[in-house]
């Protein structure tokens, strides 16, 4: 049935319980390549409790895309097989602990539609809360509905995106996904069968299972901490993007990357396929 419009902006879920421990942590961090090189101490301290030295565990600052997986305002009744993330935007109030108890609140921000052929945007607010009600991070997503436009709602207002500076990149960086990758990922959270049944991938209108986006989200991640970062989830205030095509499990990703102050923007591509895949993209660093 067509989205329920004014409606849906009313659904809303306040203080859902929420936990993870350090196994979910080292998990996430799997899933988006961290310790590939397994005597990459760097890398090591995102996927290993057990040191020789005691060591902190590190947490990848894009674990809150998954910490609350789950998490949403109410049920809105969409054609699952066409949906696909069309942003991600998480502003970080405080660093992420390795493991924790939360709540999380939920609400329907915007519904945009952008017609009967060409889909739907629902845009999501998720703020995740400590023990203390203290607020640890605000999770805002978009989600692209390719088969549930013309439901009669606004199809303007949404915010505008950053602006990727017009000069050659200061850096760049391939980073390397793996063929299984998805299937790794996956166990955070996302069982969307798209990502992991040729079947229903190809019933979707894809060659093969995609990688999730919030993997391709949390690879852009990698990309900035061991350039700009120092390795230092601490130093991340916000982390943003506009997904724009899809990444197939085994791809090489190039990020590229700007610096002005404390502003990092990236984009990342395939190289081998000639396609942007992540634009617009946005770290706030402290």
């Known amino acids: 049935m067509p989205i329920d419009y004014p409606a849906i902006l009313d659904l809303k879920t306040e203080a859902a319980p929420y936990s993870w421990s350090d196994r979910e942590v080292m998990l996430y961090a ?94 999501n607010e998720v703020v995740v809360k400590d023990g203390a009600s203290e607020k640890m991070v605000t999770i805002v997503s978009s989600t692209f509905a ?28 391939d980073i390397a996904t793996q063929p299984d990758q998805a299937l790794i990922y996956r ?31 949390g690879l852009t991640c990698r990309a900035v901490l061991q350039t700009y970062a120092d390795y230092d989830p601490s130093a991340f205030h916000r982390h943003r993007v506009r997904f724009s095509a899809p990444v197939f499990p085994g791809e090489i990703i190039t990020v590229n990357l700007w610096q002005d102050g404390n502003s990092i923007s990236f984009e990342a591509h395939v190289r081998e396929r000639q396609v942007t895949v992540v634009k617009n993209g946005q770290t706030l660093l402290g």
Not at 151 to 162: A, I, K, L, Q, V
Not at 201 to 211: H, S, T, Y
């Open 30 to 123: 799997l899933g988006i390549g961290m310790g590939s090189d397994p005597l990459n101490e760097k890398e090591l301290q995102f996927v290993n409790e057990a040191f020789a030295t005691p060591k902190p565990l590190k947490v990848i600052p894009t674990f809150a895309s998954v910490c609350v997986w789950g998490a949403r305002p109410g049920f809105i009744d969409l054609n699952r097989v066409m949906v696909l993330d069309g942003e991600r935007d998480i502003t970080f109030h405080k660093p992420i602990s390795a493991a924790a108890s939360v709540t999380a609140d939920a609400r329907v921000r915007g519904v945009y539609d952008k017609g009967r052929e060409k889909g739907a945007i629902i845009q």
């Open 146 to 173: 390719r088969g549930d436009g013309g439901f009669g709602g606004p199809s303007e207002g949404m915010p505008e995106p950053h602006q990727i500076p017009r000069r050659a990149p200061d850096r760049s960086i």
């Open 187 to 217: 166990l955070s959270g996302d069982r969307n069968p798209l990502h992991s049944d040729p079947e229903l991938a190809r019933r979707a209108g894809f060659p093969k299972p995609v990688l999730h986006g919030m993997c391709t989200y």
